[in-house]
């Protein structure tokens, strides 16, 4: 099959790669729609030990079965395995089981390839009619629901409602439909990338602004760098909580005197549990989520450009679909 493969930092070459091979309970998928997520840039740039080069990347993605008894069965993919008897897999938190794996981490090769292997229990049926590069948008989405599910479970009404979100990249945005799915309005998003906000303005109708003061009942930092813990930190109202879903560095920024003088709540989220996951895609397909139409799509082949536009900020979509076929 061809592939981009993660040849070194800042590396991608689109070449031949050996095509999967399902294990016992696996499908092998024809990917038709696959995204760039953070991660794989933090790869790209070297950020990241855990993915070494020579890998293939790419863990947002929707395709079709081919062989076995759901041969030509659209589905959308849940990249993360979990093994299913630990506490936390019996618990329904199976993000958190301590041998958990996706695609694009070794052992599991990704999905910026033609096919990939997954197995069946993975595996989200799309409904007919429904666009398979939007089905693709389920990955980042569900760690979006997840976030919201959690910040929502936390947060006393009385305290308030009102949201702000640091960051209006797929995650940022995707929280924004997913706390207005669940019934939340009053939203405002930190953007600072003025390509990137004038196109959640004018294109996406989200309240998007370069900086904002004020107090917030929640508050979801979607970028995970010292300076926006600090942010989320500082505007974070008593009594309020703190969602921080972005991996953008490591330490620094959190006021923890403040958060403990005035109770707030800070939430950790990683990805989602396989329930959230299917929720999501239920209310992709419901419409719930909006258009889902905030994509760029690109070619596979053309893939490092695309890697290189993003890291130059010149992409006004929150999310680059590539297609491995076109």
């Known amino acids: 099959m061809k592939a981009l493969v993660y ?13 999967p091979v399902p294990a016992p ?24 030990a855990r993915r070494p ?22 589905v959308t993919i849940n990249p993360l395995v979990h093994c299913g008897t630990c506490s936390a897999c019996a618990a329904g938190r199976e993000n958190l089981c301590p041998s958990r794996q996706i695609i694009s981490m070794p052992p599991r090769e990704g999905a910026f390839g ?18 398979i590069a939007k089905a693709a948008l389920a990955e980042p989405l569900a760690v979006s629901w997840h976030a919201a599910r959690m910040g929502l479970e936390a947060l006393t009404p009385k305290i308030g409602s009102n949201v702000l979100i640091l960051g209006g990249g797929p995650i940022g945005l995707g929280s924004a439909l997913a706390l207005r799915a669940m019934g939340l309005d009053d939203i405002t998003i930190v953007e600072p990338n003025p390509v990137r906000r004038s196109y959640l303005i004018d294109h996406c109708g989200e309240n998007a602004v370069d900086s904002v003061d004020g107090l917030y009942a ?15 930190s500082a505007l974070a109202r008593p009594g309020g909580v703190i969602v921080h879903v972005g991996l953008g560095e490591d330490t620094g920024g959190l006021d923890v005197r403040r958060v403990t003088l005035q109770e707030i709540t800070f939430i950790g989220t ?5 329930d959230d996951f299917r929720q999501t895609a239920e209310a992709m397909y419901r419409g719930e989520l909006g258009a889902l ?12 450009d695309a890697f290189a536009d993003l890291r130059n900020g010149t992409v006004s979509a929150p999310k680059i679909v590539l297609d491995p076929w076109a």
């Not at 096919?115 to 049926?125: E, G, P």
């Not at 929640?218 to 989320?232: F, P, Q």
């Not at 990683?270 to 396989?274: A, E, G, M, Q, R």
């Open 7 to 19: 040849e070194g930092v800042e590396k991608l070459r689109f070449r031949d790669a050996p095509d």
């Open 53 to 74: 080069a020579p890998l293939i990347l790419g863990h947002e993605a929707a395709g079709v079965i081919v062989g076995g008894p759901r041969d030509g069965e659209r």
């Open 25 to 48: 309970g696996e499908h092998l998928i024809k990917v038709e729609a696959t995204g760039i997520c953070g991660s794989d840039m933090h790869a790209f740039l070297g950020h990241d």
């Open 270 to 274: 990683y990805t989602y549990t396989s």
């Open 293 to 304: 139409d905030w994509f760029q799509p690109r070619a596979l082949q053309d893939g490092a």
């Open 218 to 232: 929640l508050v979801v930092d979607a970028v995970g760098y010292a300076a926006t813990r600090a942010r989320a």
């Open 114 to 131: 033609q096919y990939v292997a997954m197995r069946d229990t993975n595996l989200v049926s799309v409904p007919d009619g429904f666009a």
